[in-house]
């Protein structure tokens, strides 16, 4: 009696499951006109009416408790007649005549009813009653002299059916499921189902067979089967033709109602994806009266497809917007190119200017050079005839006076002749005086030694001796003096001619060292002197070439002049009226690009506010519906921030690129400075080589 109690109220609980979960979803698809599945499966109606019905088997079994002689057999015998046609009620003919079986939803059972008319009386004697009535514990008092008051109140009303009906264990019970359905309706519930993993409560052991028989029993399995045969997602179809109308190829025509052109939609987008599930194809969508419901991931294709949609045409707006601003900065890029090319044109063209100015100047000095040549020229033809003339004039008198010079050089050498005659007899006189004294002296000194000798031995008067001595001393004391002085002068001589040695010297290191660099700078000024001298010889020939346009020059110099004057004043008008007008221009399109960037701003917030009313539109719509799609929300709005985030670094992209070209913009202006600086050196080491090569004919 209790596993029948037990049992109803897991039928009541699976009721309520497959009512909220099915019964529910099988009213509104009939309501609709979808032709689904049989929903008989998971209906479990059938055993509650068995049971609890008014001719159900708690029914029976209260009748079977009132009557004076009812037993168990009874009780059966009624319940299988009364329920012969139950399908929910088990007919074997195997049960004794106590049992009988009922097909719960978890599968048979068999019950025992031997014990069934006790348990549903549930009496208690009145004896033990009014015993725990008069108990000294109040609570247990209060609660029993309750009980037999109850007790004593029924028995005044013996013959009222339903009173005695309403204290029968299973009339109990049935209103307190009934009171807790009632509560559990009221409520937002969630079902938990229970699995064994296996019979012998060891952990970390999963028996897969009886987990599968368990949740084949819960039902789990047909309701999964349900699920994947159910549609989850469904929209009205206004909402599904304006939310997915951007993915037809092709406009739908408008004189159709508006199920078929959601039919043509959706048969269209999702072409493709129909299923044979047994002997019946799944279409991935189903029409109703006035929705349209979607398979499990028929809906998210449609989503992606539309996200994909507008993702490529936002990648296409943003390729545009790009494009423009790469326009902008490109009109921007031609406009400074071209006046840094209208600059380099003046710098050029006045180089070009000054160049020829240059030439014509030193084409005018080489003429005046040439013509300045030829006049020294013809002043020297004019002193070279007067010097033949001077020569010519004074020939007769230079022969003359060669004639009386040589004579008077005659003369001289005879004189001086005469005199040096007279010197050498001088001259050899002292020589013959000198040596004379060194041979008397030598004498002298011999008789010195002998006189010594012999005065040492025959004492001879040593005042003669002295005497000799002074006279001979005398004689070498002149000696001596003029010896003396030719020695300082040649000590003179050797010191001077010391002097002269050294300067020579130093001279000479100076010279070898000047010869060295001359040695040195010789190959090179050879090399200069080679270019230089074909440098001239170009000169030469321009100068012959040009020797008559330098008259024609010259004789219309002044109004070549003054044409030129004229043209450089309307050149510095039309640069000052150009540089006029490029400021205007300039001031033009600062405005035009300042009215741009206001209109493109404008136009970004009027995109941003747009987006952001989308995005609030889109939220809204999240909203509404389930909650199982918010991953897929949250993967949308990630995808719009991405999406903002490439519009930003599309932005910094097109800084990179204006840096980029403002770079290229800086290295032309620096090779252009270094090509003027080129030319500039090159100007000037041209004119050093035609001042070098001025007077170089007449070197």
């Known amino acids: 009696?209790?596993?029948?109690?037990?049992?109803?109220?897991?039928?009541?609980?699976?009721?309520?499951?497959?009512?909220?979960?099915?019964?529910?979803?099988?009213?509104?698809?009939e309501a609709e006109g979808i032709d689904l599945f049989d929903f008989a499966s998971v209906d479990n109606s059938s055993i509650l009416t068995l049971i609890e019905s008014r001719l159900g088997l708690f029914a029976v079994l209260n009748e079977e408790c009132v009557l004076p002689?009812?037993?168990?057999?009874?009780?059966?015998?009624?319940?299988?007649?009364?329920?012969?046609?139950?399908p929910a009620l088990v007919k074997k003919l195997l049960h004794g005549p106590s049992e009988f079986g009922i097909k719960h939803f978890a599968g048979d059972v068999v019950y025992d009813a031997s014990e069934f008319i006790a348990c549903n009386k549930d009496s208690i004697s009145v004896d033990l009653i009014e015993c725990a009535s008069k108990s000294s514990n109040s609570l247990i008092s209060d609660e029993f002299s309750k009980l037999s008051n109850e007790k004593k109140e029924l028995s005044q009303v013996k013959g009222r059916r339903g009173a005695i009906f309403n204290q029968m264990t299973c009339t109990k019970f049935k209103s307190q499921v009934a009171s807790l359905m009632a509560v559990i309706d009221q409520s937002r519930t969630q079902f938990i189902r229970c699995i064994k993993p296996n019979k012998s409560m060891k952990p970390y052991v999963t028996d897969h067979t009886h987990t599968l028989v368990q949740l084949s029993s819960a039902g789990l399995l047909t309701a999964i089967t349900i699920v994947r045969e159910s549609y989850p997602d469904n929209l009205f179809y206004d909402e599904v033709f304006d939310r997915f109308q951007c993915l037809l190829p092709i406009a739908v025509s408008s004189d159709t109602n508006l199920k078929d052109q959601v039919s043509t939609l959706l048969s269209t987008v999702l072409d493709g994806m129909e299923k044979v599930v047994g002997s019946k194809m799944s279409y991935p969508f189903a029409l109703g009266k006035t929705k349209v419901y979607f398979r499990v991931g028929s809906l998210e294709i449609l989503e992606s497809d539309r996200l994909n949609m507008y993702t490529k045409h936002a990648l296409f707006i943003q390729s545009c917007v790009r494009r423009n601003l790469a326009m902008l900065n490109f009109a921007k890029m031609k406009e400074a190119v071209t006046l840094l090319r209208a600059h380099v044109l003046r710098k050029l063209t006045r180089s070009k200017y000054l160049k020829c100015r240059a030439g014509v100047i030193m084409l005018q000095t080489w003429i005046r050079r040439v013509l300045a040549c030829d006049e020294l020229l013809d002043l020297r033809k004019v002193d070279a005839a007067k010097n033949i003339q001077k020569r010519w004039r004074s020939r007769a008198p230079r022969i003359e006076f060669s004639k009386f010079r040589n004579a008077t050089?005659?003369?001289?050498?005879?004189?001086?002749?005469?005199?040096?005659?007279?010197?050498?007899?001088?001259?050899?006189?002292?020589?013959?005086?000198?040596?004379?004294?060194?041979?008397?002296?030598?004498?002298?000194?011999?008789?010195?030694?002998?006189?010594?000798?012999?005065?040492?031995?025959?004492g001879t008067d040593p005042w003669v001796l002295l005497g000799q001595c002074d006279k001979i001393m005398g004689d070498l004391g002149s000696n001596l003096y003029e010896v003396r002085h030719s020695c300082s002068d040649m000590k003179d001589e050797v010191r001077e001619s010391k002097e002269t040695i050294s300067h020579l010297n130093t001279a000479l290191q100076y010279s070898e060292a000047a010869y060295q660099a001359i040695k040195n700078n010789s190959n090179s000024s050879d090399v200069n002197t080679q270019?230089?001298?074909?440098?001239?010889?170009?000169?030469?020939?321009?100068?012959?070439?040009?020797?008559?346009?330098?008259?024609?020059?010259?004789?219309?110099?002044?109004?070549?002049?003054?044409?030129?004057?004229?043209?450089?004043?309307?050149?510095?008008?039309?640069?000052?009226?150009?540089?006029?007008?490029?400021?205007?221009?300039?001031e033009a399109s600062n405005k035009e690009v300042v009215k741009l960037v206001l209109q493109m701003k404008k136009e970004r917030n009027n995109e941003r506010k747009s987006l952001r009313q989308e995005n609030v539109r889109l939220q809204e719509n999240i909203k509404s519906m389930q909650e199982g799609y918010n991953d897929d929300i949250a993967q949308m709005l990630n995808v719009i921030e991405e999406r903002e985030e490439t519009k930003s670094a599309d932005d910094d992209d097109g800084e990179n690129e204006v840096s980029a070209l403002k770079i290229e913009i800086a290295k032309l202006k620096a090779q252009h400075s270094a090509e003027m600086t080129e030319l500039r050196n090159q100007q000037r080491s041209r004119s050093s080589i035609s001042r070098q090569s001025t007077f170089t004919p007449f070197s």
Not at 70 to 86: L, M
């Open 1 to 29: 009696f209790e596993q029948l109690c037990i049992n109803y109220a897991n039928e009541k609980l699976q009721f309520k499951y497959a009512r909220d979960n099915f019964r529910s979803l099988q009213e509104e698809y």
């Open 69 to 86: 002689n009812g037993n168990a057999k009874s009780f059966v015998y009624k319940a299988k007649k009364v329920h012969k046609d139950q």
């Open 409 to 458: 050089l005659l003369l001289q050498n005879v004189i001086r002749r005469a005199k040096n005659r007279t010197n050498f007899s001088s001259a050899m006189a002292a020589c013959v005086e000198a040596a004379r004294k060194d041979n008397t002296r030598i004498k002298l000194q011999h008789i010195i030694s002998q006189e010594v000798a012999v005065h040492n031995s025959s």
């Open 531 to 586: 270019k230089i001298q074909g440098q001239l010889r170009d000169s030469k020939m321009k100068i012959n070439r040009h020797g008559k346009l330098l008259k024609f020059v010259n004789a219309n110099h002044a109004d070549y002049k003054r044409m030129k004057e004229n043209e450089l004043f309307e050149l510095r008008q039309t640069i000052e009226r150009n540089e006029r007008e490029a400021a205007q221009e300039r």
